[in-house]
């Protein structure tokens, strides 16, 4: 059964038997050909291999692309205003217009988006619906309920609502609706901040990114092109914390290493350099913290892997208790360690945010960017590795510089303020991709061309969910 296939994944990543859950997610795919949420969680997957090149992983989300193309026929006709200065009625669809992490980094350019320039209605496939859920309903010119709405139906309402760009804030992450995207209901459509790769959708028009992120552009890794957001790909809210403390180490006399990151990130590569990091600093200890760790039989498991990893247990704690202020976690850590292949996300701004510097090692791929372009353009370019070597000596230099560490306890978080997390700043950066993006469109109109995809006009729509409601 492909459900009971699907779920031994889950379980095998959870242990972290990376290839075991790989393989698995691929026959539970394989067996269910028409189920998406199979397709996506497998791609998922392959996007957190380190068995698989940037290569590889995009190959397989371009088979699934041509798949999705070949079964659905585009509507090829948009009756879309073709002006350049009007104001343009944007589409954000997403599962997560509710209290997770995404909606850090979309309430700042949804509160700050010019409603004078810009219609914004909100697509969502939002399960449970909480106080997030109602602000970003606030904020929106329209909230459309889409989790009874069939792929085909979704894309008849967004043509009918006249959406000038739509853009798909999940990528592959649970829950998403990219589909939809393959019936092309809009003349521009765009992937953005929820996906660190292409979607494999040839009529996904364009991909917004930074400089930082995307090492690969013009290899031939996105069906999509990419457009370049001056000042970072994503501006950060923060949960309410206090200002940051002092460094740990001058009351403790050693560095503590710290990781808030899921257990199925802590890949076999990162474990063996964080063994190097902590064998170069006498006395460090590296704190594991995440919810999961109140599983005694993930503990058990973890501790036999960090041994084989060469990892000393005895300078290891593991910690699952929030503190009431989630945030006031950071204040045990002195440096926050990264993880790759998938770097971090949001704990990496978290950390950053409570002065945890935070070294990374900037891969070869962009879901190992993220905090790359996080320091880069919040000003600490310095603490970016170029190889594991590199990892390991900014890691130790910073937990030999006790008075570093305090210097950085308070710089951080302003440097922050003026940079990453300057709503105004990535909103026009943002708006300002959308009005390119748009009259690139109405150039290509004008000459009879086309963008990106809608090549592929064979077959017709697969088979519907159920009909849809607002």
Same mark, same amino acid.
């Given at each position: 059964?492909?459900?009971?296939?699907a779920?031994?994944?889950?379980? =095998?990543?959870?242990?972290?038997?990376?290839?075991?859950?790989?393989?698995?997610?691929?026959?539970?795919?394989?067996?269910?050909?028409?189920?998406?949420?199979?397709?996506?969680?497998?791609?998922?997957?392959?996007?957190l291999?380190?068995?698989?090149?940037?290569?590889?992983?995009?190959?397989?989300?371009?088979?699934?692309?041509?798949?999705?193309?070949?079964?659905?026929?585009?509507?090829?006709?948009?009756?879309?205003?073709?002006?350049?200065?009007?104001?343009?009625?944007?589409?954000?669809?997403?599962?997560?217009?509710?209290?997770?992490?995404?909606?850090?980094?979309?309430?700042?350019?949804?509160?700050?988006?010019?409603?004078?320039?810009?219609?914004?209605?909100l697509?969502?496939?939002?399960?449970?619906?909480?106080?997030?859920?109602?602000?970003?309903?606030?904020?929106?010119?329209?909230?459309?309920?889409?989790?009874?709405?069939?792929?085909?139906?979704?894309? #008849?309402?967004?043509?009918?609502?006249?959406?000038?760009? =739509?853009?798909?804030l999940?990528?592959? !992450?649970?829950?998403?609706?990219?589909?939809?995207?393959?019936? #092309?209901p809009?003349?521009?459509?765009?992937?953005?901040?929820?996906?660190?790769?292409?979607?494999? &959708? !040839?009529?996904?028009?364009?991909?917004?990114?930074?400089?930082?992120?995307?090492?690969?552009?013009?290899?031939?890794? @996105? !069906?999509?092109?990419?457009?370049?957001?001056?000042?970072?790909?994503?501006?950060?809210?923060?949960?309410?914390?206090?200002?940051?403390?002092?460094?740990?180490?001058? #009351?403790?006399?050693?560095v503590?290493?710290?990781?808030?990151?899921?257990?199925?990130?802590?890949?076999?590569? !990162?474990?063996?350099?964080?063994?190097?990091?902590?064998?170069?600093?006498?006395?460090?200890?590296?704190?594991?913290?995440?919810?999961?760790?109140?599983?005694?039989?993930?503990?058990?498991?973890?501790?036999?892997? &960090?041994?084989?990893?060469g990892?000393?247990?005895?300078?290891?704690?593991?910690?699952?208790?929030?503190?009431?202020?989630?945030?006031?976690? @950071?204040?045990?850590?002195?440096?926050?360690?990264?993880?790759?292949?998938?770097?971090?996300?949001?704990?990496?701004?978290?950390?950053?945010?409570?002065?945890?510097?935070?070294?990374?090692?900037?891969?070869?791929?962009?879901?190992?960017?993220?905090t790359?372009?996080?320091?880069?353009?919040?000003?600490?370019?310095?603490?970016?590795?170029?190889?594991?070597?590199?990892?390991v000596?900014?890691?130790?230099?910073?937990?030999?510089?006790?008075?570093? &560490?305090?210097? =950085?306890?308070?710089?951080?978080?302003?440097?922050?303020?003026?940079?990453?997390?300057?709503?105004?700043?990535?909103?026009?950066?943002?708006e300002?991709a959308?009005?390119?993006?748009?009259?690139? @469109?109405?150039?290509?109109?004008t000459n009879?061309?086309?963008?990106?995809?809608n090549?592929?006009?064979?077959?017709?729509?697969?088979?519907?969910?159920? #009909?849809?409601?607002?």
């Amino acid at each position: 059964q492909p459900s009971a296939v699907a779920g031994l994944a889950r379980a =095998l990543r959870a242990a972290r038997s990376f290839d075991e859950s790989l393989e698995a997610q691929r026959l539970a795919a394989e067996l269910a050909p028409d189920n998406h949420s199979y397709q996506s969680a497998y791609l998922y997957a392959v996007s957190l291999s380190p068995l698989l090149s940037p290569k590889e992983v995009f190959q397989r989300h371009a088979e699934w692309g041509r798949r999705i193309e070949a079964q659905v026929r585009p509507m090829a006709v948009h009756h879309n205003e073709r002006s350049a200065d009007r104001k343009l009625r944007v589409g954000y669809v997403s599962p997560d217009f509710r209290g997770h992490a995404v909606m850090r980094f979309v309430l700042p350019f949804l509160e700050a988006h010019d409603r004078d320039r810009f219609d914004i209605v909100l697509y969502s496939e939002t399960a449970q619906e909480d106080r997030s859920t109602q602000t970003a309903v606030a904020l929106a010119d329209a909230f459309i309920r889409t989790r009874e709405m069939s792929d085909e139906a979704l894309a #008849k309402q967004i043509q009918s609502d006249g959406i000038d760009i =739509l853009v798909d804030l999940a990528g592959h !992450t649970a829950e998403n609706r990219l589909p939809v995207f393959a019936f #092309k209901p809009a003349p521009v459509q765009v992937s953005f901040l929820g996906y660190p790769g292409t979607t494999g &959708l !040839t009529r996904v028009d364009y991909f917004l990114t930074d400089r930082i992120r995307e090492p690969h552009l013009g290899v031939g890794c @996105y !069906t999509e092109h990419p457009v370049m957001l001056p000042h970072g790909a994503c501006c950060y809210e923060a949960l309410e914390a206090a200002e940051p403390t002092a460094p740990p180490c001058l #009351k403790n006399g050693y560095v503590t290493f710290g990781s808030s990151h899921r257990p199925e990130k802590i890949s076999p590569e !990162t474990l063996s350099v964080w063994a190097l990091v902590l064998a170069s600093v006498p006395n460090s200890r590296l704190l594991l913290f995440r919810d999961s760790f109140r599983s005694e039989s993930l503990k058990s498991q973890f501790r036999q892997t &960090l041994q084989e990893s060469g990892i000393n247990i005895g300078r290891v704690d593991f910690g699952w208790e929030l503190p009431e202020r989630h945030l006031d976690i @950071y204040s045990r850590m002195d440096i926050m360690l990264d993880v790759f292949p998938w770097g971090s996300g949001t704990t990496a701004y978290d950390a950053m945010w409570m002065g945890v510097p935070i070294p990374t090692l900037a891969g070869d791929r962009g879901s190992c960017r993220s905090t790359a372009s996080l320091l880069h353009f919040a000003g600490f370019p310095e603490l970016i590795a170029a190889g594991p070597g590199d990892y390991v000596r900014i890691a130790c230099g910073l937990a030999s510089d006790h008075q570093r &560490l305090t210097q =950085l306890r308070g710089t951080i978080r302003p440097a922050m303020k003026n940079s990453v997390c300057h709503r105004r700043q990535f909103t026009q950066d943002l708006e300002t991709a959308y009005r390119e993006i748009w009259s690139r @469109y109405l150039t290509q109109a004008t000459n009879g061309t086309r963008s990106s995809g809608n090549t592929r006009n064979s077959g017709h729509s697969r088979k519907k969910k159920k #009909k849809g409601a607002r």
